[in-house]
């Protein structure tokens, strides 16, 4: 073998040792830009276990998902039956987002129903608004529900079907 072969060979050798790794770097760099951050994933959803939260029937709590309140109410034995409530077992749930569809104030739960402090508008137990401005009832979040689990920010068939019972 010549001289100028075995250079010819590490030349090219080397070549090739460069560019694989430069294309190992390029795939790693494409894979973190397509890849969803796991602030990202983590900010969009939040999880609420309904056994875990010592949820008082008839006393509703307020939770955040994207900034936004939610309210989850378990229902009491006395409270109208609803086609849009969330049933697990044998409870019965309401879950909406806590902001007022008039112009967006927080109302609160006063006894039995949600008042808005901001033009006296009322929600009932259902979410369904029956006094005042309000020209619709709190909205529903996109949520999905495993066991006792809802995951807000995961459009699942319970939350589908509280949107369509409510329509
Ligand atoms: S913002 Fe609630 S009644 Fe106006």
């Known amino acids: 073998m010549s001289k100028e072969t075995n250079r010819r060979d590490f030349l090219g050798m080397s070549f090739a040792a460069v560019a694989a790794v430069g294309g190992a770097a390029s795939l790693v760099g494409m894979k973190q830009a397509w890849d969803p951050l796991p602030s990202v994933l983590a900010a969009g959803y939040t999880t609420i276990d309904l056994a875990a939260i010592d949820l008082k029937p008839g006393k509703p709590q307020t939770f955040k998902w994207r900034g936004k309140p939610i309210f989850v109410l378990e229902k009491t034995t006395d409270m109208e039956k609803f086609d849009g409530d969330l049933v697990i077992g044998d409870k019965r749930y309401t879950v909406a987002i806590g902001l007022c569809t008039?112009?967006?104030?927080?109302?609160?739960?006063?006894?039995?129903?949600?008042?808005?402090?901001?033009?006296?508008?009322?929600?009932n137990a259902n979410g369904q608004e029956t006094f005042g401005p309000p020209p619709k009832p709190l909205i529903i979040p996109p949520f999905k529900v495993e066991g006792t689990i809802l995951t807000l920010g995961e459009d699942g068939p319970e939350s589908k079907a509280m949107i369509v019972a409510r329509a």
């Open 102 to 123: 008039h112009l967006g104030c927080i109302p609160a739960w006063k006894k039995d129903v949600w008042k808005c402090a901001c033009h006296g508008g009322e929600f």
